[in-house]
Structure formats: C-alpha cells, structure tokens
C-alpha cells in the first residue's frame, strides 16, 4: 500500500505563490508518475501537472507557464511550485501516484484558496 501525504496550501492573494508538498510512502515501484490534480467546487477533477520518474513532465494549458512540479527520487516526494495565482486556482489540490491503471494512489487533498 502507498500513503501520501500533501502539505503547503493556505490561502493567498491574487498574484502571490505557494508551493505545495507531497511526501510518498510504502511500497512503492521506482518506475511511476506523480503528479497534482486539482477540483474546484461543482467541476470534475483535472491534472494540473506531472512528472515522471524519468523527469518528463506535462503541464495543463492554463498553467500558461505560471507552476512548476519537481519531485526528488530517492526521497519519494514531488512539488508544485505555484505563481501567479488567480482567483480560478481556487481548489482542492490532489498529489497522485501512478504505476498502473490499478495501482493508482491519492492523497487526502489540500485546500488552495486565492482571494483578496
């Protein structure tokens, strides 16, 4: 089984950052996907970003070169470096790991909140 644990949200103004952190435990395969999902009120989950364990990454469009996800291998953990904030950020951020169709794993969620 894999337990991940995000930290780092809050409630921020438009145009300022934060960086969100997920920490990955148990067993996990060295070959995987993390990333960040994220679901606003009344809408369906959506990617925001991922990484592989290779490094490649995929961004959604409307992160328009605003975020960044990082992770580090050898202590199971990925990042969301976020900037620019807008109010439509406004979300429960979701850290996912992904070996396989099956073996796919959520986080508790962590709440995002941009707003003056």
């Known amino acids: 089984q894999v337990q991940l644990v995000e930290s780092g949200g809050g409630l921020v103004q438009p145009g300022g950052s934060l960086r969100l952190s997920c920490a990955a435990s148990?067993?996990?395969?060295?070959?995987?996907?993390m990333g960040w999902y994220r679901q606003a009120p009344g809408k369906q989950r959506e990617l925001v970003a991922s990484i592989s364990s290779g490094g490649s990454v995929n961004y959604a469009n409307f992160v328009k070169g605003r975020f960044t996800i990082s992770r580090d291998n050898a202590k199971n953990t990925v990042q969301l470096q976020m900037n620019g904030l807008e109010p439509e950020d406004t979300a429960v951020y979701y850290c996912?790991?992904?070996?396989?169709?099956?073996?796919?794993?959520w986080g508790q969620g962590t709440q995002v909140t941009v707003s003056s």
């Open positions: 148990g067993s996990i395969f060295s070959i995987n996907v």
């Open positions: 996912n790991l992904r070996v396989s169709i099956a073996l796919n794993y």
